[in-house]
Nanobody, 123 residues
């Protein structure tokens, strides 16, 4: 019902920064909670961050807390993930996901997914 497209990934050195963008179409993103997830080759998908409808509540994985910031601009139908102090272990495909009901850390509770954007951190 809502289509999501991630962008902003790339190759960076350890300690560098990237800003990922999740752009929505089809439905107004203000009606959805949004999460970011990532998956490295051979590893399970893991939660990164999530944000409530208004942006007043955010969740972060312990591994990224203090380094990553999730934010949203509902007027622009966009959610962001600012990633600072990147580490090689942050290397993964990053996905944004939307759900109309509940703010969750669980991937299976999100209904709509983008195709992902690759983030590679070298050391």
């Amino acid at each position: 019902q809502v289509q999501l497209v991630e962008s902003g990934g790339g190759l960076v050195q350890a300690g560098g920064s990237l800003r990922l963008v999740c752009a929505a179409s089809g439905r107004t993103l203000k009606n959805y909670v949004v999460g970011w997830f990532r998956q490295a080759p051979g590893k399970e998908r893991e939660f990164v961050a999530a944000i409530s409808l208004s942006g007043s509540t955010t969740y972060y994985a312990d591994s990224v807390k203090g380094r990553f910031t999730i934010s949203r601009d509902n007027a622009k139908n966009t959610v962001y993930l600012q990633m600072n102090s990147l580490k090689p272990e942050d290397t993964a495909v990053y996905y944004c996901a939307a759900d109309g009901r509940i703010l969750s850390r669980k991937a299976q509770e999100y209904d709509y997914w983008g195709q992902g954007t690759q983030v590679t951190v070298s050391s």
